[in-house]
Structure formats: structure tokens, C-alpha cells
């Protein structure tokens, strides 16, 4: 069990529809694509734990959201199943989504260090 984050940041208000506002990366967009080439069942579950993540609380919900330890502050990861996560990072009202196929950590943590 993952203890309980104390220092997220304050769910935005300033956005009436949604609390955050979604930035696709490249290389999400194209992870998402071979999934639905690939695992259509699996491009869905994505554009759930998505929804959740907008709709709901970034840091808690569906996949069993973690918070990163070695990567920039407020980057999280979501079960997509054993071996995949779906990874974004929280700053302000927006969240950018940075990937859906796990292939390690230097992708993630490069695209973190850009934002």
C-alpha cells in the first residue's frame, strides 16, 4: 500500500468542466496507437485511467496511482497491467501525459525535465 502523499498540490478551481487541462506528449500519442493497434482492450483502459486522472483527483483513483521517486516532482505513474504504466506529470491546472508503454525510465525522465 502506498502512504498517503501529504504534499500534493491544491486541485486547481479555476477550471469550471474539468479541475485539469490534458497535454498529449509525442511519444504518449504514439504509445496509445500501438496499443490500439496492437490491444485495443488495452487503448481503452488508457483513455480510462485518463478520465479518472481529469475528472477526478491525479493522485488517487484507478491504477493505482504512485508517485515517482527518482524522476521531478509531482511525475506519477498508473497501472495499465504488470508490466506497462501509464506515467504524466502534474503542474498547476495541467496535466501532461508522457507516455503508456513501459520501456524504462530515461524516456520519462528526459520529457519531465523539459516541462
Request: charged content about 30%; glycine content about 6%.
Given at each position: 500500500?502506498?502512504?498517503?502523499?501529504?504534499?500534493?498540490?491544491?486541485?486547481?478551481?479555476?477550471?469550471?468542466?474539468h479541475?485539469?487541462?490534458?497535454?498529449?506528449?509525442?511519444?504518449?500519442?504514439?504509445?496509445?496507437?500501438?496499443?490500439?493497434?496492437n490491444?485495443?482492450k488495452?487503448?481503452?483502459?488508457?483513455?480510462?485511467?485518463?478520465?479518472?486522472?481529469?475528472?477526478?483527483?491525479?493522485?488517487?483513483?484507478?491504477?493505482?496511482?504512485?508517485?515517482?521517486?527518482?524522476?521531478?516532482?509531482?511525475?506519477?505513474?498508473?497501472?495499465?497491467?504488470?508490466?506497462?504504466?501509464?506515467?504524466?506529470k502534474?503542474?498547476?491546472?495541467?496535466?501532461?501525459?508522457?507516455?503508456?508503454?513501459?520501456s524504462?525510465?530515461?524516456?520519462?525522465?528526459?520529457q519531465c525535465h523539459?516541462?
Open positions: 500500500m502506498t502512504p498517503k502523499r501529504e504534499n500534493k498540490p491544491d486541485k486547481p478551481q479555476n477550471n469550471p468542466i479541475g485539469y487541462l490534458p497535454v498529449f506528449s509525442p511519444d504518449f500519442k504514439a504509445d496509445l496507437a500501438w496499443w490500439y493497434r490491444e485495443p488495452k487503448g481503452d483502459k488508457i483513455l480510462d485511467l485518463v478520465a479518472d486522472i481529469l475528472d477526478g483527483d491525479p493522485f488517487t483513483g484507478l491504477g493505482k496511482p504512485e508517485p515517482l521517486k527518482y524522476i521531478a516532482a509531482d511525475t506519477w505513474s498508473r497501472r495499465i497491467d504488470l508490466e506497462h504504466r501509464l506515467v504524466y502534474v503542474t498547476g491546472n495541467k496535466v501532461y501525459f508522457l507516455q503508456a508503454r513501459y524504462g525510465v530515461q524516456s520519462y525522465e528526459v523539459e516541462l
